[in-house]
T-cell receptor, first 114, second 114 residues
Framework: NAGVTQTPKFQVLKTGQSMTLQCAQD?????MSWYRQDPGMGLRLIHY???????DQGEVPNGYNVSRSTTEDFPLRLLSAAPSQTSVYFC?????????????FGSGTQLSVL | DAKTTQPPSMDCAEGRAANLPCNHS???????VYWYRQIHSQGPQYIIH???NNETNEMASLIITEDRKSSTLILPHATLRDTAVYYC???????????????FGQGTTLQVKP
C-alpha cells in the first residue's frame, strides 16, 4: 500500500492563479481531510469528507473548494491564490470508525504564493 | 470537543523517559484522548489513544488520571529521533456518526538531548 499520496510536493503560484492539490489514498478509508500548517504553527483543518459525495468545512475553509467523487480521491482547489495561502498542506485519511481517529497523513505539499 | 493545554516545550535526556503532560479538564464522558507527533515538517504520526484506561503500545504509554482531567504520554527510553512536536487531542464520538474532525493545537516541542 502507498498510503496517502499527495502531489505536487512543491508549488509556486502567482497571486490570482488557480491550482488543485491532489490527494489519493489506497486504504479504502471513508474519512479524508485537508489541513494547512503555517510556519511555527499547529495544523488547522480546512475541509473534510466523511465519504464520497459528502464534504464539510473545517476551521479555515475560505478560499478553498473540495469535492469527493470517489472514495480514493479528495482534491483541494485554490480558485484564486493569495499570499496568505502560502503554507504547507497535509491531506489525511482514516477509517472514520467510531473511537478510531487514527489519521494517516501524506507527506505534504509546500505552496508559495507570490 | 474539549480543549487541551500542553506546555510549549520540554527537554529530555537521551535514554531517559520522556513524560509529556496534557490538561483536558473539560473532557466529557464519551471523549477520547489522542496523541500524535510531528517530526520536522513531516506529516503527523499517530502514537496512541485511550478513553479511561491506561494504554500501551510499541511506541508509548498513555496514563489517564482517574477523573480524566489530565493525561501523560510516556516515551520510556527517548532517543534523538523522538525530537518532535507532540499533540494531545480530545475527540468525541458523536452518536451514530463520526465526523472525524481532529483539531490540532500548538502541541509540545520535545527536544531530546544527547
Amino acid at each position: 500500500n502507498a498510503g496517502v499520496t499527495q502531489t505536487p510536493k512543491f508549488q509556486v503560484l502567482k497571486t490570482g492563479q488557480s491550482m488543485t492539490l491532489q490527494c489519493a489514498q489506497d486504504m479504502n478509508h471513508e474519512y479524508m481531510s485537508w489541513y494547512r500548517q503555517d510556519p511555527g504553527m499547529g495544523l488547522r483543518l480546512i475541509h473534510y469528507s466523511v465519504g464520497a459525495g459528502i464534504t464539510d468545512q473545517g476551521e479555515v475553509p475560505n478560499g478553498y473548494n473540495v469535492s469527493r467523487s470517489t472514495t480514493e480521491d479528495f482534491p483541494l482547489r485554490l480558485l484564486s491564490a493569495a499570499p496568505s495561502q502560502t503554507s504547507v498542506y497535509f491531506c489525511a485519511s482514516s477509517t472514520g470508525q467510531p473511537s478510531d481517529e487514527k489519521l494517516f497523513f501524506g507527506s505534504g505539499t509546500q505552496l508559495s504564493v507570490l | 470537543d474539549a480543549k487541551t493545554t500542553q506546555p510549549p516545550s520540554m527537554d529530555c535526556a537521551e535514554g531517559r523517559a520522556a513524560n509529556l503532560p496534557c490538561n483536558h479538564s473539560t473532557i466529557s464522558g464519551n471523549e477520547y484522548v489522542y496523541w500524535y507527533r510531528q517530526i520536522h515538517s513531516q506529516g503527523p504520526q499517530y502514537i496512541i489513544h485511550g478513553l479511561k484506561n491506561n494504554e500501551t503500545n510499541e511506541m508509548a504509554s498513555l496514563i489517564i488520571t482517574e477523573d480524566r482531567k489530565s493525561s501523560t504520554l510516556i516515551l520510556p527510553h527517548a532517543t534523538l529521533r523522538d525530537t518532535a512536536v507532540y499533540y494531545c487531542i480530545v475527540r468525541g464520538y458523536h452518536g451514530s456518526g463520526n465526523t472525524g474532525k481532529l483539531i490540532f493545537g500548538q502541541g509540545t516541542t520535545l527536544q531530546v538531548k544527547p
